[in-house]
């Protein structure tokens, strides 16, 4: 299986990326002051920064949509077509592993191989889902990457993080790529997308990194997947399928038709997020929908029925809002939505009622968080936490 290399121009610019992140989440008073404070725009538009659904053109939506916040945008041009609380700060599971791939994809050569030890998974959650990596097996890139994509699993996101020079270094990055995409909704606690203190996203930002991800070559290849033989030790392999069900069709969906991808992610704190890409008649479309109601095959319905929406209204319908481009890459720097709202869903996934940015105690929660310290508090709670992702082991 091979797919086209796409080498990020700014591969030289990320350690100095990964400082400027670090001061900006050391400051997160600053990061969450409304537009007014420093006369930039909102990132996106000042409509994605209203609370509630934003269309104009006269199109109705699909009728029943019981999301808290989605997003519908168009790929190529960057516009948004329609949205409802595009930058809420939801908890993002593992559609968070859009930007783990974004940050560390173009790190590894695909047929570089590792073996796996035991300090690789020492620190998994428990409950995580996992592809069933094991120690001593000696793995190719490429192979760890379809665990990633294809079956969500958190022992090759960390075996892949260990690789990349440790959790607390790829958080770090992770997030340093998050602010230099202008996801600034986004607060990165663990790679894999687990439940944590704090660790939140948007609509908009998990939009923000499937558009960036799907032009690497490598990223559209692996998101696109449905099987693909895993390692077994020795001679042996099982096969692993994906658990987009857009994708596979599994659990009674039909495919949708040129569907690309992208992610998708369940929790019990978190509940349902999906990012999708598909193709239709030359025009690409990307909707994130997060936490729907509960139960069954809502959240990819209601992806489904927005993708339909937006291929029937592109280029009917005025955009209410952009996808904002890397600083990196010349885009023009916009300002975080003033009063950006941490739902219940999203203050359970943080443990508190709060801001997020709160939650990690400003610079020094911070500091703690890339010395380990944060990211170990998963520790505290494996004996009780019974949160899985869309995988394996999903209840």
Same mark, same amino acid.
């Given at each position: 299986m091979r797919f086209s290399s796409s080498l990020s121009p700014r591969d030289a610019r990320l350690s100095r990326r990964a400082v400027l992140g670090l001061a900006a989440a050391a400051a997160p008073l600053t990061l969450a002051a409304p537009a007014s404070a420093s006369g930039a725009p909102v990132i996106g538009g000042e409509r994605l920064g209203l609370a509630g659904v934003q269309v104009q053109g006269g199109a109705p939506l699909p009728k029943r949509l019981t999301a808290r916040a989605w997003v519908v945008a168009d790929h190529? %041009?960057?516009?948004?077509? $329609? /949205?409802?609380? /595009? +930058?809420?700060? *939801?908890?993002? $599971? %593992?559609?968070?592993?859009? *930007? #783990? $791939?974004?940050?560390? *994809?173009?790190? #590894?050569?695909?047929?570089?191989? +590792?073996?796996?030890?035991? /300090?690789? *998974?020492?620190?998994i959650p428990a409950g995580s889902s996992l592809v069933g990596i094991k120690p001593g097996i000696t793995y190719t890139v490429e192979q760890l990457w379809l665990g990633v994509f294809l079956r969500s699993g958190n022992d090759a996101v960390h075996v892949l993080s260990h690789m990349n020079g440790g959790i607390a270094k790829t958080v770090a990055e992770m997030q340093a790529e998050a602010e230099d995409m202008q996801a600034l909704d986004t607060h990165v606690v663990s790679p894999d997308g687990f439940d944590h203190p704090g660790q939140l996203s948007s609509a908009y930002d998990l939009t923000l990194f499937a558009r960036h991800g799907l032009r690497s070559g490598d990223f559209r290849g692996y998101c696109s997947t449905r099987v693909a033989n895993f390692p077994a030790g020795g001679k042996r392999t099982f096969q692993i399928q994906n658990t987009d069900r857009l994708l596979t069709g599994a659990w009674g969906l039909e495919t949708y038709k040129g569907l690309i991808g992208v992610k998708n992610g369940y929790t019990s704190n978190a509940g349902n997020t999906f990012t999708g890409a598909a193709t239709r008649g030359g025009r690409t479309l990307i909707v994130t929908v997060m936490h729907p109601e509960p139960g069954g095959n809502g959240v990819y319905e209601e992806t489904a029925s927005l993708l339909d929406w937006g291929f029937a209204h592109a280029g009917k319908v005025e955009p209410v809002g952009a996808l904002a481009e890397p600083l990196s890459e010349g885009g023009a720097r916009g300002t975080p939505a003033p009063g950006r709202q941490v739902s219940a869903h999203g203050a359970a996934a943080a443990g508190h009622g709060g801001s997020s940015w709160g939650l990690i105690g400003g610079a020094g929660g911070v500091a703690a968080l890339l010395a380990g310290g944060v990211y170990a508090l998963r520790g505290r709670g494996r004996g009780r936490r019974r949160a899985t992702e869309d995988g394996r082991r999903r209840r």
């Amino acid at each position: 299986m091979r797919f086209s290399s796409s080498l990020s121009p700014r591969d030289a610019r990320l350690s100095r990326r990964a400082v400027l992140g670090l001061a900006a989440a050391a400051a997160p008073l600053t990061l969450a002051a409304p537009a007014s404070a420093s006369g930039a725009p909102v990132i996106g538009g000042e409509r994605l920064g209203l609370a509630g659904v934003q269309v104009q053109g006269g199109a109705p939506l699909p009728k029943r949509l019981t999301a808290r916040a989605w997003v519908v945008a168009d790929h190529d %041009s960057g516009q948004v077509l $329609a /949205a409802c609380d /595009a +930058h809420r700060r *939801l908890a993002p $599971a %593992s559609t968070l592993k859009m *930007l #783990f $791939a974004d940050t560390v *994809l173009r790190k #590894f050569e695909r047929n570089q191989t +590792h073996t796996v030890t035991d /300090a690789d *998974l020492a620190d998994i959650p428990a409950g995580s889902s996992l592809v069933g990596i094991k120690p001593g097996i000696t793995y190719t890139v490429e192979q760890l990457w379809l665990g990633v994509f294809l079956r969500s699993g958190n022992d090759a996101v960390h075996v892949l993080s260990h690789m990349n020079g440790g959790i607390a270094k790829t958080v770090a990055e992770m997030q340093a790529e998050a602010e230099d995409m202008q996801a600034l909704d986004t607060h990165v606690v663990s790679p894999d997308g687990f439940d944590h203190p704090g660790q939140l996203s948007s609509a908009y930002d998990l939009t923000l990194f499937a558009r960036h991800g799907l032009r690497s070559g490598d990223f559209r290849g692996y998101c696109s997947t449905r099987v693909a033989n895993f390692p077994a030790g020795g001679k042996r392999t099982f096969q692993i399928q994906n658990t987009d069900r857009l994708l596979t069709g599994a659990w009674g969906l039909e495919t949708y038709k040129g569907l690309i991808g992208v992610k998708n992610g369940y929790t019990s704190n978190a509940g349902n997020t999906f990012t999708g890409a598909a193709t239709r008649g030359g025009r690409t479309l990307i909707v994130t929908v997060m936490h729907p109601e509960p139960g069954g095959n809502g959240v990819y319905e209601e992806t489904a029925s927005l993708l339909d929406w937006g291929f029937a209204h592109a280029g009917k319908v005025e955009p209410v809002g952009a996808l904002a481009e890397p600083l990196s890459e010349g885009g023009a720097r916009g300002t975080p939505a003033p009063g950006r709202q941490v739902s219940a869903h999203g203050a359970a996934a943080a443990g508190h009622g709060g801001s997020s940015w709160g939650l990690i105690g400003g610079a020094g929660g911070v500091a703690a968080l890339l010395a380990g310290g944060v990211y170990a508090l998963r520790g505290r709670g494996r004996g009780r936490r019974r949160a899985t992702e869309d995988g394996r082991r999903r209840r």
